[in-house]
């Protein structure tokens, strides 16, 4: 068994807002899904890190689900600023069992153990908060971080982001020190795409390893952790 991650699938399967219009992602999904393929086996787990589907309501995700669901691995599910169609567990839950969605999960206010791992993660929030309303988002993020952190116990936790967690000249401080606090060395994190990729912070910073996954920062391929 062997554990992936990739983020930023924008899939547009069941509406209309393709994303090939935009440099680098031409025939992005026949790209993804003959990667997919060759690196992930039926009992291999991955972290899809937010911004999977372009649908507005869960009900429009059908046919973004059902590709994922015809892939092979288990699929965990964090909240992107992108997934307008996330709405309460209850439902979300209730919408895979209904359509048969038994590879797909989410990941959120929880952790998963794959391979003697905790998978830990959430949406995250932006670094230059500045607003009330900005204030209550990142407090509310940092809570479900923790919740998420704490059902690990003392096992390794690996930390699946959507925003990212350190700039080049600017962190978002509050989910930094709660990386630290809970000692963690791994972390994965989206959002950033086209002229934006080379900028990211990757590598090693102050005994974290930070990494971008988002889909077109790895050319379609989920990424072996």
């Not at 990386?179 to 990757?202: M, N, T």
């Not at 090693?204 to 971008?212: A, C, M, P």
Request: hydrophobic residues 45%; aromatic residues 12%; negative net charge.
């Amino acid at each position: 068994m062997a554990i992936f991650t990739i983020g930023d699938l924008h899939l547009s399967l069941g509406t209309a807002k393709p994303m090939d219009i935009f440099r680098g992602w031409e025939n992005y999904v026949e790209r993804l899904r003959e990667n997919w393929l060759a690196a992930v086996s039926p009992e291999d787990t991955v972290v899809l890190a937010g911004d999977t589907s372009w649908a507005m309501k869960l009900e429009d995700c059908t046919a973004d689900f059902a590709f994922l669901q015809a892939l092979p691995g288990k699929k965990l599910l964090l909240k992107g600023n992108h997934d307008y169609w996330w709405t309460t567990m209850a439902k979300m839950n209730a919408y895979l069992s209904a359509n048969g969605f038994t590879s797909l999960s989410f990941l959120h206010n929880c952790c998963v153990f794959a391979e003697d791992v905790a998978l830990c993660g959430t949406r995250g929030w932006l670094f230059d908060i500045s607003e009330a309303h900005d204030e209550k988002v990142m407090r509310r993020e940092c809570g479900r971080l923790l919740a998420s952190l704490c059902a690990a116990g003392d096992a390794e936790k690996i930390v699946f982001l959507h925003y990212p967690p350190i700039y080049p000249q600017a962190n978002a401080d509050e989910i930094v020190a709660i990386l630290h606090e809970f000692g963690i060395k791994r972390c994965f994190y989206g959002h950033l795409h086209g002229a934006s990729i080379p900028r990211a912070v990757q590598g090693t910073v102050d005994g974290i390893d930070y990494r971008l996954i988002s889909a077109d920062a790895l050319r379609f391929f989920p990424y072996k952790i």
